[in-house]
């Protein structure tokens, strides 16, 4: 089955601690993009990648970190940086760069401060 | 700057009714709206979708309508089942090229 692929499901992060999330798609997508959930709002764009080797900062980028580099992949870093990382994590993507497209979702990953 | 938002968070709703979600954004240069259907625990699964240059748009057992005259987006589920509750979000592009912008979501409960 296609689709996007989020693990782990469940991450736990101590003070001072850099953890990584990881986003596999084997959906051929070009673009790639990674939102934070916080309950009662709405999604918040941290990165995004369009091609391999080539990523954009969303508008909450401060304190992660990302990479491209295989079109399949691409994982989050919640670096100690950032203070507040409680938080549910989508990775999405889409069949071209082109931002007008629908997006689809994985899964998720919950984040907890420990 | 953008800004999407649904009127209401919660919606409860009779098994068997019409269900409609509203949303309200404020940008007039909107182009492409969007509704994803989010269960608990799982990641938001598209609905339906609409550009600028429609009123409506239907589905299976459901239909978004678009009305621009007063910036308003609505999203209309046909008998509502169990299966339907869930949290609901709109989200619009402000124009070509644009990242999407996503409201709050409407949190919709189907009572039996």
């Known amino acids: 089955d296609g689709g996007i692929t989020q693990s782990p499901k469940y991450l736990f992060r101590k003070e001072g601690q850099n953890v990584t999330l990881s986003c596999e798609q084997n959906?051929?997508?070009?673009?790639m993009y990674w939102y934070r959930q916080d309950p009662g709002q709405g999604l918040r764009l941290i990165y995004y990648s369009q091609i391999v080797n080539d990523f954009q900062k969303g508008d909450i980028a401060e304190g992660y970190s990302v990479s491209r580099e295989k079109k399949e992949s691409f994982p989050l870093t919640v670096t100690s940086a950032q203070k507040n990382p409680t938080a549910f994590y989508l990775c999405?993507?889409?069949?071209?760069?082109?931002?007008?497209?629908?997006?689809?979702f994985g899964s998720g990953t919950q984040l907890s401060v420990l | 700057g953008e800004s999407v938002g649904l009127h209401l968070p919660t919606l409860s709703v009779q098994e068997g009714d019409n269900s409609i979600i509203n949303c309200a954004y404020s940008n007039s240069a909107s182009d492409y709206f969007i509704w994803y259907k989010q269960e608990s625990g799982k990641g938001p699964q598209f609905i339906i979708d609409i550009r600028s240059n429609m009123d409506k748009r239907q589905g299976q057992r459901v239909t978004v309508l678009l009305n621009k005259t007063v910036k308003h987006l609505s999203l209309q589920i046909a008998a509502t089942q169990p299966g339907d509750s869930a949290v609901y979000f709109c989200?619009?592009?402000?124009?070509?090229?644009?990242?999407?912008?996503f409201g709050a979501g409407t949190t919709v409960t189907v009572r039996a």
């Open positions: 989200a619009e592009r402000g124009a070509k090229g644009y990242k999407l912008s």
């Open positions: 999405a993507s889409t069949a071209s760069g082109g931002m007008d497209e629908k997006l689809f």
């Open positions: 959906l051929n997508h070009d673009a």
